[in-house]
T-cell receptor
Framework: DQQVKQNSPSLSVQEGRISILNCDYT??????FLWYKKYPAEGPTFLIS?????DKNEDGRFTVFLNKSAKHLSLHIVPSQPGDSAVYFC????????????FGTGTRLTIIP | ETGVTQSPTHLIKTRGQQVTLRCSSQ?????VSWYQQALGQGPQFIFQ???????GRGNFPPRFSGLQFPNYSSELNVNALELDDSALYLC???????????????FGPGTRLTVL
């Protein structure tokens, strides 16, 4: 039962353009959403989060959008840089980000110079 | 501020053996969660420890057990290892309670366990 889904296993984007990573969830009890970036041989690194009371959160080049009615969130990276090449995971929690996280399967983003 | 550390980095065991993995939480954090990441999958929640007690458990059998110590570091123990236990084991720390709340879990680099 995959409650958090990332339907695109991979994505390639030209350097300087916008990268859009998508995530869908099925559990309406999820209240808090996070994006993590993972390089090989490292643990996931926290990028940005959003509470269900908001529909947008920005932090520098990263913006997360939440559409609760569609149970959909997306991560926008503008402009994309070569160092952004990594696997991106979205995660959801029923309460806060310090509670049990349910992860998607990840999207491998490749930035083409 | 020191980050989350895990040991060992890699481990090879045979079926039926037991293994202990260790995690030191980020300074100022009192909560540790453990996740299993199989190849090609996202991390799956095993359990969380808060104030030295298990505080939530995922869909893992009892042969997965843990401990949290007074300094908030933690151990994950797996008994009777099976081939399917081969995975990356991730530890994440956060903070609950008091005036300082960390709404984010910060992950260590993981321990790669191979079961032969």
């Amino acid at each position: 039962d995959q409650q958090v889904k990332q339907n695109s296993p991979s994505l390639s984007v030209q350097e300087g353009r916008i990268s859009i990573l998508n995530c869908d969830y099925t559990n309406s009890m999820f209240d808090y959403f996070l994006w993590y970036k993972k390089y090989p041989a490292e643990g996931p690194t926290f990028l940005i989060s959003i509470s269900s009371i908001k529909d947008k959160n920005e932090d520098g080049r990263f913006t997360v959008f939440l559409n609760k009615s569609a149970k959909h969130l997306s991560l926008h990276i503008v402009p994309s840089q070569p160092g952004d090449s990594a696997v991106y995971f979205c995660a959801a929690s029923r309460a806060f980000g310090n509670e049990k996280l349910t992860f998607g399967t990840g999207t491998r983003l490749t930035i083409i110079p | 501020e020191t980050g989350v550390t895990q040991s060992p980095t890699h481990l090879i065991k045979t079926r039926g053996q037991q293994v202990t993995l260790r995690c030191s939480s980020q300074s100022g954090h009192n909560t540790v969660s453990w996740y299993q990441q199989a190849l090609g999958q996202g991390p799956q929640f095993i359990f969380q420890y808060y104030r030295e007690e298990e505080n939530g458990r995922g869909n893992f059998p009892p042969r997965f057990s843990g401990l949290q110590f007074p300094n908030y570091s933690s151990e994950l123990n797996v008994n009777a290892l099976e081939l399917d236990d081969s995975a990356l084991y991730l530890c994440a720390s956060s903070h609950k309670g008091g005036s300082k709340v960390s709404d984010t879990q910060y992950f260590g680099p993981g321990t790669r366990l191979t079961v032969l």
